[in-house]
């Protein structure tokens, strides 16, 4: 029976169990968690990386920009792609319909996350349900169509930015006419301007008439005095008002939205390849491909950070800044393979049983655990919990993104010796399937 007919949606297919799992692929999905933890913490403790910092903050930052920041979430849009990949294969044994349940899969994580959105808009999860949906487009073509297309799409966003921003060329003071101020850059503006007035007590705010940052909701003064300083009911407004402006502002966004799909479309070659089912077979091919994946990311990354300060010269030109960001992406894709290969390989040796068993709890609950970092942090560093917002570095906000997944891995495990599921990922499982499910393991 063909498996992408409709009406082969009736046949009954029960959710994967924990026995007949992957668990390298469940370490890889904790690793990756890990990694996007690093990044995502500087936001919510109201860090911005590419900011100055001295000493240990400084090199922390500049290593998770340069190592971990891009990296991880390509590794998670890969994994994506893969699980699609052996869905399609399951449910094509099965002989049960691809499209109708995997629609389902997506329709539910879109408003897991766009619920998610109201205390993250710079979640992933809505994005990734988007490009989802056009995988399947892609799935029966060959494998060296899928590579070239993912390519060209990986550069169709920083093509559209070039596009659209001129040219800026900035005026040396020297030279300006003495009647025309020189326009000061916005770092500069920041430092002069002088802080506003607190508002009297007892006095109403109105925060939307402040301005919001067009792209990153963890800049600009109005997410600065949310965030340090707003009640849990300002918050959720404000990132409610960010999402619907990242949505509707323009057209331009849609295409980014896009970046995640070529990362989804190189996953579902490597599920299509086999290579997950022999890995104990693969241990030359894995070694190549973490040594040159690691040494081609590092030089990849190094001639990125050479462009961009090319392109920020005496001004901006985004023709330059176009070549660096696909350079970008096609760096973190390659180094999320390395990643990828050299974990696999380190789980294959006497140390890898210990960190399979450590990682591989977190990754079968990779959805619960992503939103559970979400609320951690912001009950750590908004100012309705703890208020650390502002008062930690980069070196403290990485050594609490460990001490976070330390905790996530102790409840994981826990959990998992009682339930087959995640709590999420149970509901997740049961509207995809239109079934109930049984939530705790059975006893032998």
């Known amino acids: 029976m063909n498996n992408d007919n409709p009406a082969a949606a009736d046949v009954a297919v029960e959710p994967r169990s924990g026995g007949e799992r992957i668990v390298p692929l469940d370490a890889l999905r904790g690793f990756a968690l890990l990694g996007i933890l690093l990044v995502n913490i500087m936001s919510f403790s109201g860090i911005n990386l590419g900011a100055e910092a001295e000493g240990a903050d400084r090199i922390v930052a500049d290593l998770i920009r340069f190592f971990v920041q891009g990296k991880f979430l390509s590794l998670f849009a890969m994994l994506f792609g893969i699980s699609f990949c052996l869905q399609t294969t399951r449910l094509r044994e099965k002989g049960a319909g691809l499209f109708p349940i995997w629609w389902r899969r997506l329709a539910v994580l879109f408003v897991i996350g766009l619920l998610h959105t109201l205390l993250d808009p710079a979640e992933v999860l809505v994005v990734y349900a988007l490009c989802a949906v056009l995988l399947p487009i892609f799935h029966k073509l060959s494998g060296k169509a899928v590579l070239l297309a993912a390519i060209v799409l990986m550069g169709l966003p920083y093509l559209q ?12 003071a020297a030279e300006a006419a003495p009647d025309t101020p020189v326009e000061a850059s916005s770092t500069e503006v920041a430092e002069e301007a002088p802080e506003p007035a607190a508002p009297e007590e007892g006095a109403a705010t109105e925060p939307q008439e402040e301005e919001m940052h067009a792209w990153n909701p963890y800049l600009g003064g109005l997410a600065i005095r949310v965030h340090s300083s707003g009640t849990f009911a300002e918050v959720v407004d404000y990132n409610r008002r960010f ?28 599920g299509r390849s086999g290579v997950l089912t022999r890995l104990d077979q693969e241990k030359t091919r894995l070694k190549k491909v973490f040594s040159f994946g690691l040494g081609g ?18 001004g901006w030109n985004p023709w330059i800044a176009f070549p660096a960001s696909w350079l970008f992406s096609l760096s973190g894709l390659i180094m999320a393979l390395a990643y990828s290969a050299g974990l696999i390989l380190l789980l294959q040796r006497r140390i890898g049983v210990s960190l399979q068993a450590a990682l591989a709890p977190v990754g079968r609950m990779a959805l619960t655990n992503y939103l559970l970092q979400t609320i951690i942090c912001i009950s750590l560093f908004y100012g309705f919990g703890l208020g650390l917002y502002g008062h930690v570095g980069a070196s403290q906000a990485a050594l609490i993104a460990v001490a976070i997944f330390a905790v996530q891995i102790v409840i994981s495990w826990l959990w998992l010796r009682t339930f087959r599921f995640g709590p999420v990922e149970w509901v997740w499982r049961m509207a995809t399937y239109w079934q109930g499910l049984a939530l705790r393991t059975p006893r032998a």
Do not use: C, H, N
């Open 243 to 270: 999402t619907t402006q990242r949505w509707t502002g323009s057209w331009v966004t849609y295409l980014w939205m896009t970046v995640p799909l070529p990362l989804m479309m190189v996953g579902m070659l490597i």
């Open 161 to 172: 930015t070039a596009i659209v921003t001129p040219v800026y060329v900035a005026e040396p």
């Open 297 to 314: 990311g590092i030089v990849l990354g190094i001639l990125v950070l050479a462009l961009f300060d090319l392109a920020g010269k005496s």
